[in-house]
């Protein structure tokens, strides 16, 4: 889980959260300031805020807010790394709520519970199908338990492709029997985005390096795709960082639907407003879809369409938002007003620091790099400044432009990409340096 999401209540005091999760809950203003409270206690980790967690765990309350905010309580405590907590939250897993024991199997997987009682109740647990039994078997993996290999080998059959996913990966993980892996990738194309986010997961736990093209290609979010290349690439035992795996991640950050593996299709053409409102869908298969089939469409009829459309809701919807960067770089034939306007979006979105819109930013960069090569030169002190906090995509996806600018000074490409060779990110070092070795051939 990461941490972009965590100070979402700013004006709530460490002290504040503490004294309503001591307070009767009678006595709330709200029901649901136990949930806020503990939730919030995220950004304030020491021994007090453990306590204060514990202490909230422990009281016998059945009231649905208590038991709404325990299984936030035992989350934050995992993502703490609080392990003196570890005996309180193995006691959670003997609650009547499959929520809490839920969030408790994940927390001890952070924490990486070796007690034995606490691994036997998890194990008892697998024969409960009432539980999460996905994530059950992912702790248990992780943990490195053999004695559930026997159990977690008959659930490689589950009807449940999450369920069966997560027991073919942790068998691999357990035994290094990998050859069942080729039956995830098979999730990668199941209708539900759930499951092929799922089997995603399992070719990460599975550290299936051999799959990392299948990964590349599922229609699911470019940022799952590429946390898994990442995490994959670096859990490798000899990790090198060629040509072949660059192009891997250059293939997620172009991100041509073309090279997606689609799974929904239309009986018919749809109308351009039906394809520009897919772009809301939280399917990303129907997302690129609907992308596919904008292509067909004229930019003189498509830009009043978006232009209304960003206004009134795509500015502020993260997925639409990256969809409409991906059309707006993807196309140079833009009305003459409506290209002023679509650099402005452009530029507007490349230094948008909002969590949410942080995948928006390299494909920014990248249209602004297809529609205006000249004010993408210039903008670049400015887009990769301190101030504005550049992730490691933007840089990655700067060196990636600069290497097909041809009609730019080779000594001005250079120089701007020997910054790169010393960048914290392996990926973005070893993009720069390819890009570099490539520049020198062509100039001598």
Known sequence: MGDAFNNIHPELTCAHAYQILTTPIDQLESKSDFYMAAAHLINFPGNRTEQILLDFLSQPSGEQAVQIAKRKAVEVLGRLGSTRSVQVIGQCLESDDIYLVENSVWALQQLKCCDPAIIRRMLALLQDKTQNLRVLIQCLASLKVQESIESIRLLQDSENLGVRGAAISAIAQLSNEKLNLDKIVEHLTVPNQMDRQSAVQDLIDANAFDFLPAIVSAPVSPAFRMRACRQILNDSDSMLIDANILSLIDTILRDDPSCIDIVHKYDQQPSIEFLLRDLFNTDFS???????????????????????????EAHNDYGAHYFFMRIFGSRSDWPEDGLRHVLEIIQESIINRRPQFRKSRAAAIQALHFLSPDLFIQSIPGFLSAGVDAPWDCRYVTALCLESMAEVNISLRENILSQFVVDPDPFVRARSEICLLRLSATSS
Request: glycine share 4%; with cysteine; charged share 20%.
């Open 286 to 312: 129907r997302c690129y879809l609907a992308l596919m089939g904008l292509r067909q469409c004229s930019s003189e009829v498509l830009w009043p369409l978006m232009s209304d459309l960003w206004a009134r």
